[in-house]
């Protein structure tokens, strides 16, 4: 099966503008988690979506959302970007989001805020 | 509060020596834990999870309540070994979420 891919790898953006990030799950995979690793935090969750609902939820501003297609494709917007947006951002899908699942990680968007 | 803690930024041993990375973790409940590794230039993998008491490249991890541990261990480091390694805990009833440590970076000297 092909791997999670995450599209685009690079963007750099302004301070004020918004961005979209898109992620392609394994096939089969109805669970998107997504993470925001920075130096100084590491890889924090952001959210996670399961047939096209948000289901869980990390401590991130409202600025930053998601959602969840039919196909389990997912995409992630940051609205009003801050210097400090800028971050690597992973996302990661399993089946089912439960418990013991291994949760397989796409090659990550990197985000630079100017 | 949830937490995963990793004390070492770095650790570095020669080919051959005994490998114990450590993590602790902050959780009230069972916790279920993983190792997650990222070699050179390659996406984050899983490594193991503490449920299947497996044994993946000759790591180990032994989950200790008591010392709410749970070290990831390699009897004779290879060089191939070299890597950032993740400990990570997942909350009961959290789906799709998953609280990572800072990560080690190991370094195996030839």
């Known amino acids: 099966k092909a791997g999670v891919t995450q599209t685009p790898r690079y963007l750099i953006k302004t301070r004020g503008q918004q961005v979209t990030l898109s992620c392609s799950p394994i096939s089969g995979h109805r669970s998107v988690s997504w993470y925001q690793q920075t130096p100084g935090q590491g890889l924090q969750f952001l959210f996670e979506y399961f047939s096209e609902t948000q289901r869980n939820k990390g401590n991130f501003p409202g600025r930053f959302s998601g959602r969840q297609f039919s196909n389990s494709r997912s995409e992630m917007n940051v609205s009003t970007l801050e210097l400090g947006d800028s971050a690597l951002y992973l996302c990661?899908?399993?089946?089912?989001?439960?418990?013991?699942?291994?949760?397989?990680f796409g090659p990550g968007t990197r985000l630079l805020v100017l | 509060a949830q937490r995963v803690t990793q004390p070492e930024k770095l650790l570095s041993v020669f080919k051959g020596a005994p490998v114990e990375l450590k993590c602790n973790y902050s959780?009230?409940?069972?916790?279920?834990l993983f190792w997650y590794v990222q070699y050179s230039r390659q996406r984050l993998q899983l490594l193991l999870r503490h449920i299947s008491r497996e044994s993946i490249k000759g790591f180990t991890a032994d989950l200790n309540k008591g010392e709410t541990s749970f070290h990831l261990k390699k009897p004779f480091a290879q060089e191939e070994d070299s890597a950032m390694y993740y400990c990570a805990l997942k909350p009961a009833g959290n789906t799709g979420k998953l609280i990572f440590g800072q990560g080690t970076t190991l370094q195996v000297k030839p």
């Open positions: 959780y009230s409940g069972s916790p279920e």
């Open positions: 990661a899908s399993s089946p089912w989001g439960q418990n013991q699942e291994t949760q397989y």
